[in-house]
Protein backbone atom coordinates (compact mmCIF):
# COMPACT_ATOMS: atom_id res chain seq x y z
CA UNK A 1 0.00 0.00 0.00
CA UNK A 2 0.76 3.37 -0.42
CA UNK A 3 2.83 5.04 2.52
CA UNK A 4 0.70 8.83 1.52
CA UNK A 5 -2.31 6.99 3.17
CA UNK A 6 -0.67 6.05 6.31
CA UNK A 7 -0.29 9.92 7.04
CA UNK A 8 -3.25 10.58 6.40
CA UNK A 9 -4.86 8.05 8.20
CA UNK A 10 -4.42 9.28 11.78
CA UNK A 11 -7.68 10.66 13.90
CA UNK A 12 -8.57 14.11 15.40
CA UNK A 13 -6.29 15.71 17.47
CA UNK A 14 -7.09 17.02 20.53
CA UNK A 15 -6.02 17.99 24.15
CA UNK A 16 -9.58 16.91 25.87
CA UNK A 17 -8.51 13.09 25.61
CA UNK A 18 -12.31 12.09 26.34
CA UNK A 19 -13.84 13.98 23.41
CA UNK A 20 -11.52 12.78 20.45
CA UNK A 21 -8.89 9.63 22.05
CA UNK A 22 -10.66 7.03 20.76
CA UNK A 23 -8.32 4.27 19.38
CA UNK A 24 -10.87 1.18 19.33
CA UNK A 25 -9.76 -1.91 16.86
CA UNK A 26 -11.18 -2.83 13.49
CA UNK A 27 -14.48 -3.81 13.80
CA UNK A 28 -15.24 -7.64 12.97
CA UNK A 29 -17.56 -6.91 10.34
CA UNK A 30 -15.25 -4.45 8.51
CA UNK A 31 -12.69 -6.69 8.48
CA UNK A 32 -14.87 -9.26 6.78
CA UNK A 33 -15.28 -7.00 4.20
CA UNK A 34 -12.16 -5.70 3.20
CA UNK A 35 -10.62 -9.54 3.66
CA UNK A 36 -13.79 -10.57 0.96
CA UNK A 37 -13.20 -7.64 -1.47
CA UNK A 38 -9.36 -7.86 -1.69
CA UNK A 39 -9.55 -11.82 -2.09
CA UNK A 40 -12.22 -10.48 -5.45
CA UNK A 41 -9.93 -8.15 -6.61
CA UNK A 42 -6.88 -10.58 -6.68
CA UNK A 43 -9.00 -12.71 -8.48
CA UNK A 44 -9.65 -9.97 -11.07
CA UNK A 45 -7.00 -7.78 -10.86
CA UNK A 46 -5.72 -9.17 -14.88
CA UNK A 47 -9.45 -7.36 -15.76
CA UNK A 48 -8.93 -4.34 -13.91
CA UNK A 49 -10.19 -1.31 -16.03
CA UNK A 50 -7.73 0.42 -17.67
CA UNK A 51 -8.55 4.09 -19.01
CA UNK A 52 -7.45 4.92 -22.65
CA UNK A 53 -5.20 1.09 -22.35
CA UNK A 54 -2.92 2.59 -20.30
CA UNK A 55 -1.15 -0.35 -17.90
CA UNK A 56 -1.25 0.23 -14.23
CA UNK A 57 1.98 0.39 -12.69
CA UNK A 58 3.03 -3.74 -12.39
CA UNK A 59 5.12 -2.77 -9.28
CA UNK A 60 2.06 -1.28 -7.44
CA UNK A 61 -0.31 -3.70 -5.65
CA UNK A 62 -3.49 -2.78 -6.47
CA UNK A 63 -6.59 -3.85 -4.41
CA UNK A 64 -9.91 -3.00 -4.29
CA UNK A 65 -9.16 -2.20 -0.30
CA UNK A 66 -6.89 -0.69 1.01
CA UNK A 67 -5.81 -2.17 4.64
CA UNK A 68 -5.16 0.86 6.35
CA UNK A 69 -8.97 2.21 5.40
CA UNK A 70 -9.89 3.11 8.56
CA UNK A 71 -7.13 1.33 10.46
CA UNK A 72 -8.16 1.41 14.25
CA UNK A 73 -11.79 2.33 13.80
CA UNK A 74 -14.55 0.32 15.49
CA UNK A 75 -17.87 0.61 13.94
CA UNK A 76 -19.21 4.71 14.43
CA UNK A 77 -22.56 5.37 15.36
CA UNK A 78 -22.73 7.40 12.06
CA UNK A 79 -20.20 8.01 9.24
CA UNK A 80 -20.17 11.73 7.40
CA UNK A 81 -18.84 11.50 3.93
CA UNK A 82 -18.26 15.29 2.55
CA UNK A 83 -17.53 16.04 -0.58
CA UNK A 84 -16.99 19.59 -2.37
CA UNK A 85 -15.83 21.77 -5.17
CA UNK A 86 -15.63 18.84 -7.67
CA UNK A 87 -15.07 21.64 -11.18
CA UNK A 88 -16.15 19.39 -13.30
CA UNK A 89 -13.57 16.15 -12.68
CA UNK A 90 -16.05 13.06 -13.17
CA UNK A 91 -13.13 10.54 -14.03
CA UNK A 92 -9.66 10.69 -14.34
CA UNK A 93 -9.17 10.99 -17.94
CA UNK A 94 -7.02 7.70 -18.17
CA UNK A 95 -3.86 9.19 -20.28
CA UNK A 96 -1.02 8.70 -16.83
CA UNK A 97 -0.83 6.74 -14.10
CA UNK A 98 -1.42 6.48 -11.23
CA UNK A 99 -4.27 9.56 -11.09
CA UNK A 100 -6.59 9.76 -8.28
CA UNK A 101 -10.50 10.65 -8.14
CA UNK A 102 -13.49 10.46 -9.84
CA UNK A 103 -17.31 9.01 -9.16
CA UNK A 104 -16.76 5.83 -9.68
CA UNK A 105 -14.14 5.75 -7.29
CA UNK A 106 -16.09 7.70 -4.92
CA UNK A 107 -19.07 5.17 -5.27
CA UNK A 108 -16.89 2.17 -4.42
CA UNK A 109 -15.58 3.90 -1.18
CA UNK A 110 -19.63 4.06 -0.29
CA UNK A 111 -19.92 0.46 -1.22
CA UNK A 112 -17.46 -0.89 0.73
CA UNK A 113 -18.65 1.16 3.87
CA UNK A 114 -22.28 -0.32 3.16
CA UNK A 115 -20.89 -4.02 2.99
CA UNK A 116 -19.41 -3.02 6.22
CA UNK A 117 -23.06 -2.18 7.39
CA UNK A 118 -21.42 1.39 8.62
CA UNK A 119 -24.28 3.85 9.02
CA UNK A 120 -23.24 7.24 6.81
CA UNK A 121 -24.76 10.20 5.29
CA UNK A 122 -23.30 11.93 2.45
CA UNK A 123 -22.60 15.65 1.89
CA UNK A 124 -21.33 18.05 -1.27
CA UNK A 125 -20.19 21.06 -0.85
CA UNK A 126 -21.56 22.16 -3.92
CA UNK A 127 -19.57 23.76 -7.60
CA UNK A 128 -19.66 20.19 -8.94
CA UNK A 129 -19.17 21.56 -12.30
CA UNK A 130 -16.25 23.34 -14.26
CA UNK A 131 -16.83 26.99 -14.23
CA UNK A 132 -14.31 27.73 -17.16
CA UNK A 133 -13.76 25.69 -20.35
CA UNK A 134 -10.80 23.15 -21.05
CA UNK A 135 -7.96 24.92 -22.60
CA UNK A 136 -9.28 27.57 -25.43
CA UNK A 137 -12.64 26.07 -25.51
CA UNK A 138 -16.14 27.09 -24.52
CA UNK A 139 -17.94 25.65 -21.16
CA UNK A 140 -20.31 23.76 -23.58
CA UNK A 141 -19.99 20.86 -21.19
CA UNK A 142 -20.54 22.34 -17.66
CA UNK A 143 -24.48 21.46 -17.68
CA UNK A 144 -24.46 18.55 -19.16
CA UNK A 145 -21.84 17.38 -16.45
CA UNK A 146 -23.59 18.86 -13.30
CA UNK A 147 -26.69 16.46 -14.51
CA UNK A 148 -24.75 13.39 -14.77
CA UNK A 149 -22.65 14.23 -10.91
CA UNK A 150 -25.87 14.49 -9.69
CA UNK A 151 -27.38 11.45 -11.05
CA UNK A 152 -24.03 10.08 -9.65
CA UNK A 153 -24.83 11.56 -6.24
CA UNK A 154 -28.03 10.30 -6.51
CA UNK A 155 -26.43 6.52 -7.13
CA UNK A 156 -24.92 7.02 -3.89
CA UNK A 157 -27.17 8.37 -1.64
CA UNK A 158 -26.47 11.35 -0.94
CA UNK A 159 -28.59 13.61 1.49
CA UNK A 160 -27.89 17.05 0.25
CA UNK A 161 -25.56 19.46 -1.52
CA UNK A 162 -24.84 22.85 -2.17
CA UNK A 163 -23.95 25.61 -4.64
CA UNK A 164 -21.39 27.81 -5.87
CA UNK A 165 -19.94 30.12 -8.36
CA UNK A 166 -19.98 27.14 -10.98
CA UNK A 167 -23.56 26.82 -10.74
CA UNK A 168 -24.58 30.44 -10.72
CA UNK A 169 -22.05 30.84 -14.18
CA UNK A 170 -24.47 28.40 -15.83
CA UNK A 171 -27.55 30.04 -14.51
CA UNK A 172 -28.87 28.60 -11.16
CA UNK A 173 -32.78 28.66 -12.34
CA UNK A 174 -31.74 26.46 -15.57
CA UNK A 175 -29.37 24.12 -13.12
CA UNK A 176 -32.14 23.46 -10.89
CA UNK A 177 -34.92 22.76 -13.27
CA UNK A 178 -32.40 20.25 -15.16
CA UNK A 179 -31.98 18.75 -11.63
CA UNK A 180 -33.93 19.02 -8.96
CA UNK A 181 -36.98 19.85 -10.27
CA UNK A 182 -36.95 16.42 -11.69
CA UNK A 183 -35.92 14.64 -8.98
CA UNK A 184 -35.52 16.04 -5.12
CA UNK A 185 -33.23 14.00 -4.13
CA UNK A 186 -30.74 15.16 -2.91
CA UNK A 187 -31.79 18.04 -1.52
CA UNK A 188 -30.18 21.46 -2.79
CA UNK A 189 -29.56 23.55 0.77
CA UNK A 190 -29.79 26.87 0.62
CA UNK A 191 -30.07 28.30 4.13
CA UNK A 192 -29.54 32.50 3.68
CA UNK A 193 -30.83 32.80 -0.06
CA UNK A 194 -33.58 35.28 0.46
CA UNK A 195 -37.07 34.88 -1.78
CA UNK A 196 -35.91 30.86 -2.57
CA UNK A 197 -39.76 29.66 -1.75
CA UNK A 198 -40.88 32.48 -4.25
CA UNK A 199 -38.13 31.89 -7.33
CA UNK A 200 -36.28 28.23 -6.78
CA UNK A 201 -40.03 26.79 -5.74
CA UNK A 202 -39.78 23.24 -5.30
CA UNK A 203 -36.15 23.11 -6.01
CA UNK A 204 -34.53 24.42 -3.13
CA UNK A 205 -34.85 23.66 0.50
CA UNK A 206 -32.95 25.94 3.92
CA UNK A 207 -32.22 22.68 5.65
CA UNK A 208 -32.76 18.93 5.78
CA UNK A 209 -32.80 16.47 8.38
CA UNK A 210 -32.38 12.53 8.37
CA UNK A 211 -31.84 9.72 10.78
CA UNK A 212 -29.36 7.64 8.19
CA UNK A 213 -30.21 3.95 8.22
CA UNK A 214 -28.81 1.63 11.10
CA UNK A 215 -27.79 5.04 13.27
CA UNK A 216 -29.60 6.23 16.37
CA UNK A 217 -28.15 9.70 15.16
CA UNK A 218 -30.57 12.31 13.84
CA UNK A 219 -28.88 14.35 11.74
CA UNK A 220 -29.94 18.01 11.06
CA UNK A 221 -28.07 20.18 7.81
CA UNK A 222 -28.04 23.34 5.85
CA UNK A 223 -25.81 25.51 4.31
CA UNK A 224 -25.19 29.29 3.95
CA UNK A 225 -22.91 31.40 1.24
CA UNK A 226 -20.35 33.59 2.85
CA UNK A 227 -20.20 37.43 2.12
CA UNK A 228 -17.46 36.38 0.26
CA UNK A 229 -18.76 34.03 -2.30
CA UNK A 230 -22.45 36.20 -2.46
CA UNK A 231 -20.35 39.38 -3.42
CA UNK A 232 -18.72 37.06 -6.38
CA UNK A 233 -22.18 35.56 -7.30
CA UNK A 234 -23.38 39.08 -7.54
CA UNK A 235 -20.58 40.21 -10.04
CA UNK A 236 -21.34 36.85 -12.32
CA UNK A 237 -25.42 37.41 -12.00
CA UNK A 238 -25.29 41.08 -12.80
CA UNK A 239 -26.92 41.77 -9.34
CA UNK A 240 -29.85 39.02 -10.10
CA UNK A 241 -31.94 40.04 -7.90
CA UNK A 242 -33.27 36.13 -7.18
CA UNK A 243 -29.80 35.94 -5.85
CA UNK A 244 -29.36 38.10 -2.73
CA UNK A 245 -28.51 36.78 0.49
CA UNK A 246 -29.64 36.87 3.93
CA UNK A 247 -26.63 37.80 6.72
CA UNK A 248 -25.59 34.59 7.82
CA UNK A 249 -25.97 35.15 11.68
CA UNK A 250 -29.89 36.10 11.11
CA UNK A 251 -30.48 32.42 8.99
CA UNK A 252 -28.79 30.55 11.08
CA UNK A 253 -30.52 32.28 13.72
CA UNK A 254 -34.01 31.25 12.42
CA UNK A 255 -32.55 27.88 10.88
CA UNK A 256 -31.64 26.82 14.55
CA UNK A 257 -35.15 27.72 16.17
CA UNK A 258 -36.71 26.00 12.87
CA UNK A 259 -34.43 22.78 14.00
CA UNK A 260 -35.99 22.75 17.14
CA UNK A 261 -39.18 20.52 16.98
CA UNK A 262 -37.01 18.23 14.70
CA UNK A 263 -35.36 17.13 18.10
CA UNK A 264 -31.92 16.89 16.05
CA UNK A 265 -28.67 15.20 17.86
CA UNK A 266 -25.91 16.64 15.51
CA UNK A 267 -25.79 20.00 13.08
CA UNK A 268 -23.68 20.06 10.27
CA UNK A 269 -23.05 23.17 8.32
CA UNK A 270 -22.25 23.49 4.53
CA UNK A 271 -20.68 26.86 4.64
CA UNK A 272 -20.06 28.07 0.49
CA UNK A 273 -16.94 30.04 1.68
CA UNK A 274 -13.46 29.85 2.76
CA UNK A 275 -11.87 29.29 5.81
CA UNK A 276 -11.07 33.10 6.97
CA UNK A 277 -10.38 36.28 4.28
CA UNK A 278 -7.10 36.04 2.63
CA UNK A 279 -4.83 38.17 4.75
CA UNK A 280 -7.23 38.30 7.11
CA UNK A 281 -6.75 38.95 11.45
CA UNK A 282 -8.78 37.66 14.04
CA UNK A 283 -11.55 37.91 14.51
CA UNK A 284 -11.90 36.33 10.99
CA UNK A 285 -14.73 37.01 8.54
CA UNK A 286 -14.98 33.87 6.82
CA UNK A 287 -16.12 29.97 8.09
CA UNK A 288 -13.68 30.22 11.12
CA UNK A 289 -15.63 33.04 12.85
CA UNK A 290 -18.84 31.25 12.18
CA UNK A 291 -17.93 27.97 13.09
CA UNK A 292 -16.86 29.98 16.69
CA UNK A 293 -19.92 32.04 16.72
CA UNK A 294 -21.97 28.90 16.46
CA UNK A 295 -21.11 25.78 18.03
CA UNK A 296 -24.58 24.23 17.82
CA UNK A 297 -22.32 23.13 14.58
CA UNK A 298 -19.83 21.10 15.87
CA UNK A 299 -18.97 20.14 12.31
CA UNK A 300 -18.64 23.13 9.68
CA UNK A 301 -17.76 21.83 5.91
CA UNK A 302 -15.61 24.89 4.10
CA UNK A 303 -14.09 25.78 0.64
CA UNK A 304 -10.52 25.26 0.07
CA UNK A 305 -8.09 26.62 -2.26
CA UNK A 306 -6.10 23.78 -2.92
CA UNK A 307 -6.46 20.61 -4.96
CA UNK A 308 -5.34 18.27 -1.61
CA UNK A 309 -7.36 19.02 1.91
CA UNK A 310 -5.86 19.49 4.69
CA UNK A 311 -5.02 16.27 6.40
CA UNK A 312 -6.58 17.43 9.49
CA UNK A 313 -9.47 19.78 10.26
CA UNK A 314 -9.07 23.10 11.78
CA UNK A 315 -10.14 22.89 15.99
CA UNK A 316 -12.43 25.50 17.22
CA UNK A 317 -12.16 25.76 21.56
CA UNK A 318 -15.14 27.24 23.01
CA UNK A 319 -15.59 28.92 26.17
CA UNK A 320 -18.40 26.53 27.39
CA UNK A 321 -15.84 23.73 26.59
CA UNK A 322 -17.33 22.68 23.38
CA UNK A 323 -15.42 21.51 20.68
CA UNK A 324 -16.49 22.47 16.73
CA UNK A 325 -14.20 21.15 13.92
CA UNK A 326 -13.74 22.99 10.16
CA UNK A 327 -13.14 20.47 7.15
CA UNK A 328 -12.04 21.23 3.75
CA UNK A 329 -12.60 18.10 1.15
CA UNK A 330 -10.58 19.59 -1.16
CA UNK A 331 -10.62 20.45 -5.41
CA UNK A 332 -11.68 18.36 -8.24
CA UNK A 333 -13.16 15.62 -6.71
CA UNK A 334 -9.74 14.05 -5.70
CA UNK A 335 -10.09 13.30 -1.97
CA UNK A 336 -13.56 12.71 0.65
CA UNK A 337 -13.43 14.06 4.10
CA UNK A 338 -14.66 11.47 6.29
CA UNK A 339 -15.90 12.12 10.25
CA UNK A 340 -16.31 9.26 12.15
CA UNK A 341 -19.19 10.16 14.98
CA UNK A 342 -19.53 8.28 18.39
CA UNK A 343 -21.47 8.83 21.05
CA UNK A 344 -20.24 9.37 24.46
CA UNK A 345 -23.03 9.40 26.80
CA UNK A 346 -21.89 13.15 28.09
CA UNK A 347 -24.44 15.83 27.92
CA UNK A 348 -21.70 18.25 27.49
CA UNK A 349 -20.12 16.91 24.40
CA UNK A 350 -22.36 14.19 23.10
CA UNK A 351 -20.09 13.37 20.86
CA UNK A 352 -16.15 11.96 19.59
CA UNK A 353 -15.05 12.53 16.17
CA UNK A 354 -12.31 10.72 14.09
CA UNK A 355 -11.52 12.20 10.77
CA UNK A 356 -9.81 10.68 7.68
CA UNK A 357 -8.53 12.40 4.45
CA UNK A 358 -9.17 9.20 2.19
CA UNK A 359 -7.56 9.90 -1.24
CA UNK A 360 -9.44 8.02 -4.30
CA UNK A 361 -6.25 6.23 -5.71
CA UNK A 362 -6.40 3.37 -8.32
CA UNK A 363 -6.81 1.04 -4.94
CA UNK A 364 -10.02 1.59 -5.78
CA UNK A 365 -11.24 0.62 -9.25
CA UNK A 366 -13.99 -1.72 -9.99
CA UNK A 367 -12.97 -5.26 -9.93
CA UNK A 368 -13.56 -6.68 -13.62
CA UNK A 369 -16.11 -9.10 -12.49
CA UNK A 370 -18.15 -6.03 -10.91
CA UNK A 371 -18.03 -3.85 -13.96
CA UNK A 372 -21.11 -5.49 -15.34
CA UNK A 373 -23.91 -3.41 -13.86
CA UNK A 374 -21.94 -0.77 -12.17
CA UNK A 375 -24.14 1.89 -11.94
CA UNK A 376 -21.17 4.77 -12.64
CA UNK A 377 -19.73 2.90 -15.05
CA UNK A 378 -23.18 2.81 -16.91
CA UNK A 379 -23.34 6.30 -16.36
CA UNK A 380 -20.02 7.39 -17.53
CA UNK A 381 -20.99 5.42 -20.66
CA UNK A 382 -24.61 7.01 -21.10
CA UNK A 383 -22.73 10.47 -20.92
CA UNK A 384 -19.94 9.94 -23.37
CA UNK A 385 -22.86 8.79 -25.61
CA UNK A 386 -24.50 11.77 -25.12
CA UNK A 387 -21.68 13.54 -26.41
CA UNK A 388 -21.73 11.76 -29.59
CA UNK A 389 -25.28 11.93 -30.00
CA UNK A 390 -25.85 15.66 -29.42
CA UNK A 391 -22.67 16.01 -31.45
CA UNK A 392 -21.22 18.44 -28.94
CA UNK A 393 -18.00 18.74 -31.10
CA UNK A 394 -19.94 20.49 -33.79
CA UNK A 395 -20.86 22.98 -30.52
CA UNK A 396 -17.61 24.96 -30.80
CA UNK A 397 -17.72 27.95 -33.09
CA UNK A 398 -14.15 28.04 -33.86
CA UNK A 399 -11.99 30.97 -32.55
CA UNK A 400 -9.03 32.31 -34.67
CA UNK A 401 -5.14 31.16 -33.51
CA UNK A 402 -2.64 33.64 -32.28
CA UNK A 403 -1.09 33.13 -35.79
CA UNK A 404 -4.08 33.87 -37.21
CA UNK A 405 -4.37 37.57 -36.08
CA UNK A 406 -1.17 38.07 -36.39
CA UNK A 407 0.20 41.27 -39.12
CA UNK A 408 0.77 39.95 -42.68
CA UNK A 409 4.44 40.10 -43.43
CA UNK A 410 5.14 42.82 -45.55
CA UNK A 411 7.90 41.27 -47.37
CA UNK A 412 6.09 38.24 -48.78
CA UNK A 413 4.97 38.41 -52.51
CA UNK A 414 2.01 36.34 -52.06
CA UNK A 415 -0.05 36.55 -48.55
CA UNK A 416 -1.98 33.42 -47.98
CA UNK A 417 -5.04 32.14 -45.56
CA UNK A 418 -2.89 30.86 -42.31
CA UNK A 419 -4.14 27.89 -41.99
CA UNK A 420 -4.07 24.08 -40.77
CA UNK A 421 -1.85 21.87 -43.30
CA UNK A 422 -1.74 18.47 -41.57
CA UNK A 423 1.46 16.97 -40.44
CA UNK A 424 1.92 15.31 -44.06
CA UNK A 425 2.45 18.38 -45.45
CA UNK A 426 6.11 18.80 -43.80
CA UNK A 427 7.58 15.55 -44.38
CA UNK A 428 9.23 16.43 -47.76
CA UNK A 429 11.61 19.44 -45.66
CA UNK A 430 11.25 17.80 -42.56
CA UNK A 431 11.99 14.21 -43.20
CA UNK A 432 14.01 13.82 -39.59
CA UNK A 433 11.96 15.70 -37.62
CA UNK A 434 8.66 13.83 -39.44
CA UNK A 435 10.19 10.22 -38.80
CA UNK A 436 10.88 10.83 -35.06
CA UNK A 437 7.63 12.30 -34.82
CA UNK A 438 6.19 8.94 -36.37
CA UNK A 439 7.60 6.94 -34.08
CA UNK A 440 6.03 9.13 -30.94
CA UNK A 441 3.42 8.72 -29.08
CA UNK A 442 2.15 11.76 -30.21
CA UNK A 443 1.31 10.08 -34.04
CA UNK A 444 -1.45 7.82 -32.73
CA UNK A 445 -3.28 10.08 -29.49
CA UNK A 446 -6.56 10.09 -31.77
CA UNK A 447 -6.66 5.89 -31.63
CA UNK A 448 -6.08 6.01 -27.71
CA UNK A 449 -9.51 7.88 -27.69
CA UNK A 450 -10.97 4.91 -30.06
CA UNK A 451 -9.68 2.36 -28.66
CA UNK A 452 -10.37 3.72 -25.09
CA UNK A 453 -13.07 1.86 -22.72
CA UNK A 454 -14.77 3.07 -19.73
CA UNK A 455 -16.62 5.28 -21.48
CA UNK A 456 -16.06 4.31 -24.67
CA UNK A 457 -16.58 6.92 -27.68
CA UNK A 458 -13.75 8.88 -25.85
CA UNK A 459 -13.03 10.89 -29.46
CA UNK A 460 -16.44 12.48 -29.28
CA UNK A 461 -15.85 14.99 -26.30
CA UNK A 462 -14.11 17.50 -27.04
CA UNK A 463 -12.62 18.23 -23.94
CA UNK A 464 -10.55 15.12 -25.08
CA UNK A 465 -10.57 15.74 -28.50
CA UNK A 466 -8.76 19.33 -27.80
CA UNK A 467 -5.55 17.93 -26.78
CA UNK A 468 -5.79 14.48 -29.13
CA UNK A 469 -5.77 16.30 -32.46
CA UNK A 470 -4.38 19.45 -34.33
CA UNK A 471 -6.31 22.67 -33.89
CA UNK A 472 -9.37 21.69 -32.56
CA UNK A 473 -11.42 24.89 -31.63
CA UNK A 474 -9.51 26.81 -33.89
CA UNK A 475 -10.14 28.28 -37.64
CA UNK A 476 -9.35 25.67 -40.42
CA UNK A 477 -8.38 22.85 -37.25
CA UNK A 478 -9.95 19.23 -36.44
CA UNK A 479 -13.24 19.40 -36.60
CA UNK A 480 -14.06 15.34 -37.03
CA UNK A 481 -12.12 12.52 -38.13
CA UNK A 482 -14.55 12.53 -41.78
CA UNK A 483 -14.13 16.13 -42.18
CA UNK A 484 -10.54 16.63 -40.89
CA UNK A 485 -8.75 13.21 -41.34
CA UNK A 486 -5.03 14.51 -42.05
CA UNK A 487 -5.40 16.45 -38.67
CA UNK A 488 -6.16 13.52 -36.39
CA UNK A 489 -3.22 13.19 -33.77
CA UNK A 490 -0.89 15.63 -32.08
CA UNK A 491 0.53 16.71 -35.07
CA UNK A 492 3.64 19.44 -35.67
CA UNK A 493 1.15 22.02 -35.73
CA UNK A 494 -0.60 21.11 -32.40
CA UNK A 495 3.24 22.82 -31.09
CA UNK A 496 3.83 25.67 -34.23
CA UNK A 497 0.66 26.47 -35.15
CA UNK A 498 -1.15 26.61 -38.39
CA UNK A 499 1.59 26.13 -41.24
CA UNK A 500 0.25 27.58 -44.46
CA UNK A 501 2.35 30.40 -44.92
CA UNK A 502 5.32 28.49 -43.53
CA UNK A 503 4.59 26.06 -46.55
CA UNK A 504 4.17 28.66 -48.99
CA UNK A 505 6.81 30.60 -47.82
CA UNK A 506 9.64 28.14 -46.20
CA UNK A 507 12.48 30.56 -46.43
CA UNK A 508 10.83 33.82 -44.78
CA UNK A 509 12.16 34.31 -41.20
CA UNK A 510 9.24 36.01 -39.77
CA UNK A 511 7.42 32.88 -39.94
CA UNK A 512 10.41 30.95 -38.88
CA UNK A 513 10.31 33.05 -35.77
CA UNK A 514 6.46 32.58 -35.63
CA UNK A 515 6.03 29.11 -35.71
CA UNK A 516 9.06 28.61 -33.67
CA UNK A 517 9.66 31.27 -31.22
CA UNK A 518 11.43 28.88 -28.73
CA UNK A 519 14.62 28.35 -31.04
CA UNK A 520 15.14 32.06 -31.13
CA UNK A 521 14.82 32.14 -27.10
CA UNK A 522 17.94 32.38 -24.98
CA UNK A 523 19.27 29.20 -24.15
CA UNK A 524 18.21 29.69 -20.42
CA UNK A 525 14.71 30.83 -21.05
CA UNK A 526 14.03 28.13 -23.32
CA UNK A 527 13.73 25.12 -22.05
CA UNK A 528 10.81 26.48 -19.32
CA UNK A 529 8.61 28.06 -22.05
CA UNK A 530 8.86 24.99 -24.25
CA UNK A 531 8.08 23.01 -20.79
CA UNK A 532 4.92 25.61 -19.94
CA UNK A 533 3.73 25.19 -23.46
CA UNK A 534 3.69 21.21 -23.00
CA UNK A 535 1.69 21.58 -19.56
CA UNK A 536 -1.30 23.04 -21.40
CA UNK A 537 -1.91 19.18 -22.68
CA UNK A 538 0.97 18.02 -19.97
CA UNK A 539 -1.01 19.42 -16.86
CA UNK A 540 -0.89 17.83 -13.60
CA UNK A 541 -4.33 16.37 -13.48
CA UNK A 542 -3.32 14.55 -17.08
CA UNK A 543 0.02 13.77 -16.90
CA UNK A 544 0.36 12.85 -13.30
CA UNK A 545 4.30 12.57 -13.36
CA UNK A 546 5.21 15.84 -15.42
CA UNK A 547 6.27 17.68 -12.63
CA UNK A 548 8.43 15.39 -11.31
CA UNK A 549 10.78 16.19 -14.33
CA UNK A 550 8.68 15.24 -17.05
CA UNK A 551 9.76 17.36 -19.70
CA UNK A 552 13.70 16.67 -19.35
CA UNK A 553 12.71 12.84 -19.25
CA UNK A 554 10.31 13.33 -22.30
CA UNK A 555 11.53 15.99 -24.54
CA UNK A 556 14.34 14.00 -25.84
CA UNK A 557 12.58 11.62 -27.01
CA UNK A 558 11.10 13.34 -29.49
CA UNK A 559 13.57 16.62 -29.81
CA UNK A 560 13.66 17.39 -33.86
CA UNK A 561 16.32 20.17 -34.20
CA UNK A 562 16.14 21.67 -37.30
CA UNK A 563 19.60 23.21 -38.26
CA UNK A 564 18.74 24.60 -41.72
CA UNK A 565 16.68 27.20 -40.11
CA UNK A 566 19.01 28.93 -38.19
CA UNK A 567 19.07 32.79 -38.59
Known sequence: MDDRLREQSSPVNSPEDAVLKRQPGRSVTFMIAALTLTLVSVLGATGLARWLRQPVDPNRVVTAFPARLFEKWEKPDLLLIFSGQMDGYLLPCGCSHPQIGGLERRYNVLQLIKKADWPYAALDLGDLMQQHGIAHLANHQAMLKYVYSVRALRQMGYLGISF????????LLNVLAETSLQDPVPAVLAGNLIGWEKNFQGMLRPWVTSTPTGSSIKLGVTAVTSPTIASKIKQISGNDATLRFERTPDALDRILKELEPEKIDLAVLLYQGPLSRTGGKPPYTEAMACAQQYPQFPLVVCLSDADEPCSQPTEIAHKDGRRSYIISPGKRGKYLAVVGVYKTGNAQQPFSFK?????????????????????????????????????????????????????????????????????????????EAYDIWKKSGHSHAYQTLVDATRPSNRQYDPECIVCHTVGFGYQTGFVNESLTEHLKDVGCESCHGPCSTHVRNPENKEWHKRINPWKYMPANKRELAMDLFCQKCHDADNDVNWTNGGFKRKWPKIAHPSPKQEP
Open 164 to 171: GESEVKQN
Open 355 to 431: YERVELTEDFLTPADQEKNHPIVELMEEYTRQLKNDNYLQRHAPIRHELQVLPPVPDLEHQVEVKYVGSQRCKSCHK
